[in-house]
């Protein structure tokens, strides 16, 4: 587990996923990619757990339920992103006003 900060930018362990933090909720997150906790240093070479590879995309927003936790997708990979257990949704784009 490790304390995040908004501009901190983190690696998969298992893939080529890089994110980096623009929200994160006080204390200590176990923010994970592919079933393996992220780190700032290179990958370890650990195995893709199966029920988190649906994938990252470059450019997307990551939140998790709450809307505490956000980060951006800067480079893509194979495994998914999730908070312990808990996978992260992509953000919805927010919708711009009509102007006629």
């Known amino acids: 587990m490790a304390s995040l900060a908004a501009g901190k930018r983190l690696k ?12 994160a909720p006080d204390g200590d997150v176990n923010l994970c990619c592919g079933g393996t ?46 908070v312990g257990a808990d996978a992260l949704a992509v953000k919805d784009a927010k919708k711009l006003p009509k102007t006629d």
């Open 37 to 82: 906790p992220m780190s700032d240093g290179d990958g370890n070479g650990a195995a893709l757990d199966p029920d988190f590879a649906d994938g990252t995309a470059i450019g997307k927003r990551y939140v998790n339920e709450d809307g505490s936790l956000e980060v951006l997708c800067v480079k893509a990979g194979e495994g998914s992103l999730a």
């Open 12 to 23: 998969s362990a298992v893939c080529t996923t890089e994110i980096m933090v623009i929200a």
